[in-house]
């Protein structure tokens, strides 16, 4: 994310403004609660009307000055979770071979849909429904994996709504440029379904996998997110406890 997409004057405009347009929502409210308590006042066909003129107003101006604030705002809330999750590790998961994954999900009532996607619909209260779909592969570039898989997946997939595709890869030499790709792509998706465009209908959570350990790298989110790509994080968790529960997956997660 650029730094310098905004001027530091700007951003500071923006600041004064957002604190304008706070203040001027509780002066308008604060006008009616006046006029209430002046309403059998001998003075009340003057203040009431003068009273209502000002909350109109106070909410006008608070609407132009968030208006005017509102593309600095945003970026300023997406630098700072850009920064948050810069500085946070990757989550490292121990996962089940590539092979042991169909009778781990099959349990979980995931269906295989024949056309390498498992596929299971949840019901969830705040997002109505949730489409996962898990995709297993191998390869040895992650960025190209996730835009052929995609491709791939807009190609033979349903049009649904809230779409989680989960994409396992896994890789025989996983380095820093690996981890890099995994927190870019990571931050990509939660600070467009938390910030840009929270009303996203799809998701995607990119987990590369060592071949040799079995060990999973992807990008969390915090405990209670409810976006799309928190749900997915949330569920893979949960997919990998059972794993290890019952001896699939590898012994020593770290922490």
């Not at 304008?20 to 009340?44: E, K, P, R």
């Not at 920064?83 to 990757?90: G, H, K, R, S, V």
């Not at 997946?153 to 820093?176: A, G, S």
């Amino acid at each position: 994310m650029p730094d310098n997409l905004f001027s530091d004057q700007e951003i500071k405009k923006a600041k004064v403004r957002g604190i304008l347009a706070i203040l001027l929502v509780f002066l308008a409210f604060g006008s009616l609660t006046l006029a209430a308590f002046m309403q059998d006042s001998l003075h009340s066909k003057v203040i009431i009307p003068l009273a209502v003129v000002s909350f109109i107003g106070c909410n006008v101006l608070a609407i132009f000055f968030i208006f005017k604030s509102y593309p600095v705002l945003i970026y300023m809330d997406c630098r700072r979770m850009n920064q948050t999750y810069e500085n946070q590790p990757l989550k490292t998961l121990a996962l089940p071979a590539p092979t042991e994954w169909e009778p781990l999900l099959l349990r979980h009532k995931f269906k295989d849909s024949q056309d390498g996607y498992y596929r299971r619909k949840k019901l969830s209260f705040l997002k109505d429904s949730i489409h996962y779909v898990i995709r297993i592969t191998q390869d040895t570039e992650l960025e190209g994996a996730f835009h052929r898989e995609i491709s791939r997946l807009e190609q033979t997939q349903k049009k649904w709504n809230n779409l989680c595709l989960i994409l396992l890869v896994y890789m025989d030499d996983i380095n820093e440029d690996t981890f890099t790709t995994i927190k870019d792509l990571g931050k990509e998706r939660i600070i467009t379904e938390t910030v840009i465009y929270p009303k996203s209908t799809t998701s995607v959570i990119v987990v590369a996998v060592d071949s040799g350990t079995s060990l999973g790298y992807f990008l969390d989110t915090a405990k209670h997110s409810i976006s799309l790509y928190g749900y997915g994080c949330r569920l893979l968790k949960k997919l990998t406890g059972s794993a290890a529960a019952s001896g699939s997956a590898a012994q020593g997660l770290p922490s």
